[in-house]
């Protein structure tokens, strides 16, 4: 299903409601609004399978762009609000994307502007620069009339490898209509999500996982209240004031749960509370425990990426009886294989594929990037990079990462980019980034430095670096700490030995 549907059923009913001010977007609202997006859109000239990017802010707004976006059947890249203006540059031109709205609370118009001449159209929403159009004016005279045609669109949001830049993940358009509401929402509803599902999504709409169940929720008739930013108090407060049956998370917004003083954990009244879905990254077994004790067992854990290549799935009481597990296959089938694709048997670890009729997705503009994901044999086996392996029950216990990617507070983080940036610095002669422990987000960034020759390494370096890094890169991918080595360990063949340097700062793993 689609906006339009729920608004002929209950049209002055909330579809979208603010945690905090507790405003409402109603189905009527929310399909007028969309309509007007679509219509705009089409107006501006973009087609079927054309890209368009958003840049914003948690906020109302958000919602009426991505559905229209979606009626008039192009791909959207919901792109990181946190990122410098050089950073969102990137993907939106990387995505080709004709049209970009960017909030004005978030974004820098006038560089964003300056470093895509290519991007056909800017429309700036609460905020103004020159070269930007103004699209609260523009929105107001388009009709509130679907298109005499409504194709289905589909997301095509970025997710870095190990290496390199991040890339779209782009899947072919169904060549349905928007009737048939948006790819995967038909899949795997074992949540129960349905018309009378009230859904907080405590987490930026720009993630895959938030935006993803948003939008299902609406689908299928739901409604979303949906959080500024996460807080652990006022999440609480927010599923007893709108009786939230359903809620998706990331561990460490457990763990700052957990923190909460007694007394505030116990004010609350969360019997409405049903299902909480959690993701993004690994759970401590203790933290997930603690979690059940509080909550009961209502939490529900799913294994899959951006990629939509496949999936896993584990309830409450399948996960208390396999215990650190992320659950069976619930979309393709699951191997598990060796370095040169042979697959291992049951209880060994090794790489995580997916098996499912045709491959699901291509890296856009990146046919290397698209080939190393794939099986060396099976065309249609894919794999994230994961590696685990399963029981005789078929559950998946993934054990770490084919690459160092960081995950901090359920946000990957990928080394390379930030060693890039870095190696910029004059003073810096080489350089490794990867994750140490933290305790509140399970990881945080580390960065190696071998200074340039007579260059005095020390603390004052460190901060010149983290203040070069900050000009270059999003904060939270600012390393939280350097250490200097007279000489990084390097191969013969010029390849970082990475792990000589992250071992003792992971000393269980060593």
């Known amino acids: 299903m689609y906006p339009g549907h729920w608004a002929t059923i209950k049209p002055d ?23 007007r997006v679509a219509q705009l859109l089409r107006a501006l000239g973009l087609e079927t399978g054309d890209h368009v990017s958003l840049i914003m802010e948690n906020h109302l707004d958000y919602f009426p762009f991505a559905w229209g976006a979606m009626r008039a059947g192009l791909y959207l890249t919901c792109v990181n609000r946190y990122l410098t203006a050089e950073e969102m540059a990137y993907i939106v031109t990387d995505s080709q994307s ?3 709205l960017a909030s004005g609370v978030v974004a820098d118009l006038d560089e964003l502007r300056q470093l895509t001449p290519h991007t056909l159209h800017h429309l700036a929403v609460r905020g103004n620069a020159a070269g930007w159009q103004d699209y609260p004016t523009l929105l107001a005279l388009q009709p509130a009339t679907p298109l ?89 407060a927010s599923i007893e004031r709108f009786q939230v049956t359903h809620s998706q998370w990331v561990p460490t ?45 209502i939490l529900w854990e799913y294994y899959a990426g951006t990629e939509r290549n496949g999936a896993t799935i584990i309830g ?37 594929y997916f ?37 005789e029950e078929g559950f998946l216990y993934l054990t770490d990462r084919k690459a160092f990617m960081i995950i901090s507070g359920g946000v990957n983080i990928y080394p390379r980019e930030i060693e890039d940036a870095l190696i910029l610095h004059d003073k810096v002669a080489d350089v490794a980034v990867f994750g140490i422990p933290n305790a509140d987000f399970g990881e945080e960034v580390k960065a190696v430095v071998q200074p340039m020759p007579g260059i005095d390494a020390g603390p004052e370096l460190a901060r010149e670096l983290e203040a070069f890094a900050r000009t270059h890169l999003a904060g939270y991918k600012i390393p939280r700490s350097f250490d200097f080595l007279a000489e990084l360990p390097r191969l013969p063949t010029g390849k970082l030995y990475k792990k000589v340097l992250r071992d003792p700062y992971w000393p269980a793993k060593c």
């Open 148 to 236: 005499a045609h409504e194709p289905m669109g589909d997301s095509m949001l970025y997710s870095s490898g190990s290496t390199g830049r991040p890339k779209g993940i782009k899947r072919p358009l169904t060549g349905k209509t928007i009737q048939h509401g948006i790819p995967g929402v038909e899949v795997n509803n074992v949540y129960g999500i349905d018309a009378d599902t009230t859904y907080l999504s405590p987490a930026p709409l720009y993630h895959a996982a938030p935006f993803g169940f948003c939008m299902r929720t609406l689908c299928l008739g739901g409604n979303v209240v949906m959080m500024e930013k996460f807080d652990p108090e006022l999440s609480l």
């Open 355 to 391: 098996e499912q009729p045709a491959r699901p997705f291509v890296y856009h503009n990146d046919a290397q990037k698209t080939a190393s994901s794939g099986h060396p044999v099976h065309a249609n086996w894919t794999t994230l990079g994961d590696v685990g392996y399963l029981d």
């Open 253 to 297: 917004m457990f763990v700052r749960l957990l923190r909460l003083d007694a007394e505030v954990r116990a004010r609350h009244d969360l019997s409405s509370h049903r299902v909480a879905v959690h993701a993004a990254a690994p759970c401590p077994v203790e933290v997930k425990k603690q979690m059940m004790d509080w909550w009961g067992p």
């Open 316 to 352: 409450p009481h399948d996960w208390l009886a396999h215990p650190g597990s992320v659950g069976r296959a619930a979309s393709g089938v699951i191997h598990i294989c060796d370095e040169d694709g042979s697959e291992l048997p049951t209880g060994e670890s090794g790489l995580v």
């Open 13 to 35: 009913a909330p579809a979208v409601r603010h945690a905090t001010s507790g405003e409402v977007m109603t189905w009527r609202a929310l399909d007028d609004a969309s309509n």
């Open 98 to 100: 004709k049209a970009v």
